[in-house]
């Protein structure tokens, strides 16, 4: 549609059903029709009048399954109601141009997508990685021009680097590939930028919640052909809201403390000459558990303990879940939070003992929640960034409110988990 045309589309009210069904929250509909019109009059002011499409990709969050997925073990994700939204056109150029909100404009020649150890670490990296990814993989590229907005919070644990890669993959999907890459191979592609071109050793489960969507149990064990398996949870029918609190930490310089869970977790299978620890069975880790602490230190056992038997939690939140087992599955979010923190031990980085937020908001949120039935643990990756709790709904606004009050107005979201991954909108 032409952008002209597709800004009277929304004025009109015509995307109206469409949103609320992506979004899933009559509230937010005003904001989300504005900020959709805002977006197409930024694409207009940077590259004219066009035919453009406009793509949505969420960020996610993890239920259950911390610090598993690059193990190759099992995850508990969902794709949640904050999201990336591009506004893109094709040109004949061969010169991709990307504007992010808030960011410089990125330009570069489709003949110019090799790594290059330089842009480590950059947004560069990341859209080169998902065109090379999807190039090997013999799917059409082309360049175009797109203007990107995002609700995902960098640095949140929402997952908003995963978000990004979707939405780009799907911009190849719908502007030279008729919406034929699937969702499941564009978390794979987008696994591959942040891995080779980003440089950052993530596992697959940021990815396959933002591209899949929904609440999907995915089994790891052959990365190359992941399980996944939908389940349907309605939050309003158990009487529990999601809420995602960022505690501003910084994560300047958690690099190594990242990459540190999954190198330990590693060096332990390599003990017993594997790659990944879902190949060694958990009763051989155990009974090497003196030898293993001799040879790697405590900290990597206790972080293979972790994965073994929080892979069974997975197994047993998904299995909750489907029997409506409510009160089972909270149980088992608690017995997360408590081994991240006790045994995976990634709350906060003992390289700066002087900051805690993590622990802070765990702490307040015990005190809130504790005689209600409510759960918290650490969210996502760990050392800073957000926490996860269920909250029973006629606490939600004191829970805010106690988040909020330490961590600055906002900072404690409540979400819905949205069932669709990355989508062509219109």
Same mark, same amino acid.
């Given at each position: 549609?032409?952008?002209?045309?597709?800004?009277? +589309?929304?004025?009109?009210?015509?995307?109206?059903?469409?949103?609320?069904?992506?979004?899933?929250?009559?509230?937010?509909?005003?904001?989300?029709?504005? %900020?959709?019109?805002?977006?197409?009059?930024?694409?207009?002011?940077?590259?004219?009048?066009?035919?453009?499409?406009?793509?949505?990709?969420?960020?996610?969050?993890?239920?259950?399954?911390?610090?598993?997925?690059?193990?190759?073990?099992?995850?508990?994700?969902?794709?949640?109601?904050?999201?990336?939204?591009?506004?893109? !056109?094709?040109?004949?150029?061969?010169?991709?141009?990307?504007?992010?909100?808030? +960011?410089?404009?990125?330009?570069? !020649?489709?003949?110019?997508?090799?790594?290059?150890?330089?842009?480590?670490?950059?947004?560069?990296?990341?859209?080169?990685?998902?065109?090379?990814?999807?190039?090997?993989?013999?799917?059409?590229?082309?360049?175009?021009?797109?203007?990107?907005?995002?609700?995902?919070?960098?640095?949140?644990?929402? !997952?908003?680097?995963?978000?990004?890669?979707?939405?780009?993959?799907?911009?190849?999907?719908?502007?030279?590939?008729?919406?034929?890459?699937?969702?499941?191979?564009?978390?794979?592609?987008?696994?591959?930028?942040?891995?080779?071109?980003?440089?950052?050793?993530?596992?697959?489960?940021?990815?396959?919640?933002?591209?899949?969507?929904?609440?999907?149990?995915?089994?790891?064990?052959?990365?190359?052909?992941?399980?996944?398996?939908?389940?349907?949870?309605?939050?309003?029918?158990?009487?529990?809201?999601?809420?995602?609190?960022?505690?501003?930490?910084?994560?300047?310089?958690?690099?190594?403390?990242?990459?540190?869970?999954?190198?330990?977790?590693?060096?332990?299978?390599?003990?017993?000459?594997?790659?990944?620890?879902?190949?060694?069975?958990?009763?051989?880790?155990?009974?090497?558990?003196?030898?293993?602490?001799?040879?790697?230190?405590?900290?990597?056992?206790?972080?293979?303990?972790?994965? +073994?038997?929080?892979?069974?939690?997975?197994?047993?939140?998904?299995?909750?879940?489907?029997?409506?087992?409510?009160?089972?599955?909270?149980?088992?979010?608690?017995?997360?939070?408590?081994?991240?923190?006790?045994?995976?031990?990634?709350? +906060?980085?003992?390289?700066?003992?002087?900051?805690?937020?993590?622990?802070?908001?765990?702490?307040?949120?015990?005190?809130?929640?504790?005689?209600?039935?409510?759960?918290? %643990?650490?969210?996502?990756?760990?050392?800073?960034?957000?926490?996860?709790?269920?909250?029973?709904?006629?606490?939600?606004?004191?829970?805010?409110?106690?988040?909020?009050?330490?961590?600055?107005?906002?900072?404690?979201?409540?979400?819905?988990?949205?069932?669709?991954?990355?989508?062509?909108?219109?």
């Amino acid at each position: 549609m032409k952008t002209n045309e597709l800004i009277s +589309y929304i004025n009109e009210g015509n995307l109206g059903d469409k949103l609320l069904d992506i979004y899933m929250d009559k509230s937010k509909i005003p904001y989300q029709k504005e %900020r959709y019109i805002q977006a197409v009059k930024s694409f207009v002011d940077l590259y004219g009048e066009a035919e453009v499409n406009i793509i949505s990709a969420p960020g996610r969050t993890e239920v259950g399954g911390n610090h598993t997925d690059h193990q190759h073990g099992q995850v508990l994700a969902a794709s949640i109601n904050d999201d990336a939204i591009a506004v893109v !056109s094709k040109n004949d150029s061969r010169v991709v141009n990307i504007k992010s909100e808030g +960011y410089d404009m990125i330009t570069f !020649s489709l003949d110019d997508i090799e790594k290059k150890d330089e842009e480590e670490g950059t947004t560069l990296a990341l859209i080169k990685g998902v065109l090379k990814g999807c190039q090997d993989r013999g799917f059409n590229i082309g360049s175009f021009n797109a203007y990107i907005t995002s609700d995902v919070l960098g640095g949140s644990g929402l !997952s908003s680097s995963a978000a990004f890669e979707t939405v780009i993959g799907n911009i190849i999907s719908g502007l030279y590939n008729d919406m034929k890459i699937d969702a499941v191979t564009i978390a794979i592609i987008g696994q591959f930028a942040e891995n080779k071109y980003f440089g950052k050793p993530c596992g697959l489960m940021d990815q396959m919640a933002c591209s899949v969507g929904s609440l999907c149990h995915i089994d790891f064990k052959d990365p190359s052909d992941p399980v996944i398996e939908r389940i349907e949870l309605d939050m309003d029918a158990v009487g529990y809201s999601l809420c995602i609190t960022d505690t501003k930490g910084s994560h300047a310089d958690l690099t190594p403390d990242y990459a540190a869970v999954p190198s330990e977790m590693k060096s332990v299978a390599a003990h017993f000459g594997k790659e990944v620890l879902i190949e060694v069975p958990e009763e051989e880790v155990v009974a090497a558990i003196p030898e293993l602490r001799e040879k790697l230190g405590d900290r990597a056992v206790l972080r293979a303990l972790h994965f +073994y038997e929080e892979n069974h939690r997975v197994v047993n939140e998904a299995t909750a879940l489907k029997s409506n087992d409510f009160s089972t599955f909270l149980k088992n979010v608690k017995a997360s939070g408590d081994s991240s923190f006790k045994f995976l031990q990634n709350v +906060y980085t003992n390289r700066d003992i002087e900051h805690q937020n993590v622990s802070i908001a765990l702490c307040i949120s015990e005190n809130v929640l504790e005689e209600d039935g409510g759960v918290s %643990r650490v969210h996502g990756g760990g050392f800073a960034g957000t926490i996860q709790a269920f909250v029973k709904n006629e606490k939600v606004k004191e829970y805010k409110n106690a988040l909020d009050a330490v961590f600055g107005e906002g900072a404690c979201a409540v979400l819905k988990i949205r069932k669709y991954g990355g989508i062509l909108v219109i």
